[in-house]
């Protein structure tokens, strides 16, 4: 059966395809490793846009096409301070700039204490 893939998570579903057909062990941790990264991701963007988890991914459907980017000014601002306070934007990571996007284009507070919540988020 084929099955489409966000492309934001090819390599999790590399690293499964290949564990599910392995015994090895090493094959297994990378793919734990991966898991364990993803959670910590999608953690981190539900903290700092104060909402639970599960709302994080159902709200992801609705913005894709809500808000197209025109501050870069703001834009680069966030996501250099989640890079500085979290981690290096990766391709997974790349599924919750939209929020970012979206508080530059309609900010629901003021641009530093948006800034705040990312380094509390991350600390």
Do not use: W
């Amino acid at each position: 059966m084929i099955q489409s893939v966000s492309s934001r998570d090819i390599y999790m579903h590399h690293l499964y395809s290949k564990a599910l057909n392995s015994n090895n062990r090493k094959l297994n941790l990378e793919l734990m490793k991966e898991l364990q990264k993803i959670m910590i991701i999608e953690e981190t963007f539900a903290n700092i846009l104060d909402i639970s988890l599960g709302q994080l991914l159902e709200d992801q459907k609705d913005l894709t096409t809500k808000y197209v980017p025109t501050d870069f000014d703001c834009l680069r601002e966030l996501i250099g301070e989640y890079e500085t306070s979290c981690n290096l934007i990766n391709d997974y990571s790349r599924k919750f700039i939209k929020y970012f996007v979206r508080e530059c284009e309609n900010p629901t507070q003021e641009r530093n204490q948006f800034v705040n919540k990312i380094k509390r988020a991350c600390q």
